[in-house]
């Protein structure tokens, strides 16, 4: 039995959940950078004079089209270099785009749309080096269940960025929360550097400089004995990989289709909510038709939404992880989706009541904010492991990239008299479509018998 193999049956230890707690935690600036535009909006429209809702449809996605091409363009560089120094790399210029952010003269609107742009570009490279992390120092049996764990970061930098933002906003304006996030970040900066080990299986696979010691390393950790030699590699290292033909080819087109559209179905309705959200409760509060509440207050009744949706991801994300032993976790993300098309019709009726919305933004947050740590868990046993940093990467940039169009068009709609409720309930629809993508992508999957279940649970419902 290699260390791989001891991983993947022995009950995890505390350095296996340790290098799970970093991941959580490095997935929560995800989840702040998600929320920070959605927050500051309407402070940053008031700072740089934005005229209408379309600028700041831009405003909200220039950091998600970042993520995108992050994702796609820069996190297959993990699969080149290894996990661990992509990782950090990501962070240090994540600090870059965030103090770039807080830094941008109110008079240039473009220099801040870069620097979000610029910030996205790393937090959509880290984030899939995260996941496969997870992945492999969990068990076989608690896999489904530490993914769902992972998945809280998300939701939950989201909500904390929630809190946090409006009381920044108050105290120092509108470049305050993007201070909070540089300092945040360069503090998991330097923790990832101490505590976060490299892959396994890039160690075992690719075999860089160095590769013998680090394993030996991680199995002292584990309590595994001193190896003379790394153990044989899954694949071939004497032969190119093709990675685009185990991505591409033959049955693996049809699963990647299914995994990546039904991953971009979630992310349109992921960043409406996220995004939108507090602005439309706002605009909603402050309109003299509607009693013209005061703009302060309205702001903490939109950022309080905003961080409900959140805290509904949280919980999502927990069920998920509590289901995930019982229920295959791929059948649970479709009815997570399928959730979805629910809370955002039942969102969408009861818009104009606060408590009432207020109950319903945990559903939202359910939905859109629990089925991306559904994704994250589901997606990394997709793919065999010469392509799998490559192959979650392109879904995670394909998803973010069709998803910097809901707060774009969403902005073109609104300014066009479209109504907040109709928004909702087309986000609900959209869910439902993606929530038949992953059914199908799960027949798909139980149809192959030599299909990869190693990073799934066994049982199937």
Not at 204 to 220: M, T
Request: charged share 10%; net charge positive.
């Amino acid at each position: 039995m290699n260390l791989r193999e001891s991983i993947a049956s022995q009950p995890m230890r505390a350095f296996q959940k340790r290098i799970i707690g970093i991941c959580i935690a490095l997935a929560f600036v995800d989840g702040f950078e998600v929320l920070v535009a959605a927050f500051t909006s309407t402070a940053v429209a008031k700072a740089f004079a934005l005229p209408n809702a379309a600028d700041i449809g831009y405003f909200l996605s220039a950091g998600t089209f970042g993520m995108g091409l992050g994702a796609i363009l820069i996190s297959p560089l993990a699969d080149r270099i290894g996990r661990r120094k992509h990782i950090l790399m990501c962070l240090a210029l994540i600090c870059v785009g965030m103090a770039a952010s807080a830094l941008a003269p109110t008079s240039s609107f473009p220099f801040l749309l870069a620097a979000r742009f610029f910030a996205g570009l790393w937090i959509g490279a880290l984030i899939p080096s995260l996941n496969i992390l997870v992945s492999e120092y969990s068990s076989d049996a608690k896999r489904g269940t530490a993914m769902g764990v992972y998945g809280i970061g998300l939701p939950a930098g989201a909500a904390t960025g929630g809190f946090i933002t409006t009381f920044l906003l108050n105290a120092w304006g509108w470049s305050a929360p993007f201070w909070f996030g540089f300092a945040l970040t360069a503090i998991l900066l330097v923790l990832a550097y101490l505590w976060l080990p490299e892959s396994i299986l890039y160690l075992v696979e690719k075999r860089p400089a160095g590769a013998l010691e680090d394993y030996n390393k991680i199995g002292a950790k584990l309590g595994y004995p001193n190896e003379s030699a790394l153990p044989a590699p899954r694949v071939s290292v004497g032969k190119p990989q093709n990675v685009v033909q185990m991505i591409f080819g033959g049955k693996m087109l049809q699963r990647t289709l299914l995994l990546w559209l039904g991953y971009a179905c979630l992310m349109a309705a992921f960043y409406f909510a996220n995004t939108w959200t507090p602005r439309l409760l706002i605009t909603y509060l402050t309109n003299p038709a509607n009693g013209g509440m005061d703009a302060k207050a309205a702001q903490a009744i939109g950022n309080n939404a905003g961080v409900l949706v959140a805290v509904g991801g949280v919980v999502g994300a927990l069920l998920f992880a509590l289901l995930a032993r019982r229920v295959h976790p791929r059948v649970l993300t479709a009815y997570t989706l399928l959730w979805g098309l629910a809370a955002y019709v039942i969102y969408a009726n009861v818009f104009q009541t606060t408590s009432a919305a207020f109950m319903a933004a945990v559903g939202v947050g359910i939905a859109a904010n629990g089925g991306v740590a559904a994704f994250y868990a589901i997606s990394p046993s997709i793919y065999p492991t010469a392509a799998r940093g490559t192959g979650v990467g392109w879904m995670v940039g394909f998803g973010r990239i069709v998803s910097i169009l809901a707060p774009i068009v969403s902005g073109y709609l609104i300014d066009g008299g479209m109504k907040s409720q109709s928004l909702y309930q087309i986000y609900g629809v959209i869910l439902a479509i993606g929530a038949g993508l992953v059914f199908l992508l799960h027949r798909s999957m139980k149809s192959d018998s030599t299909s990869m279940t190693e990073d799934v649970p066994v049982s199937v419902h």
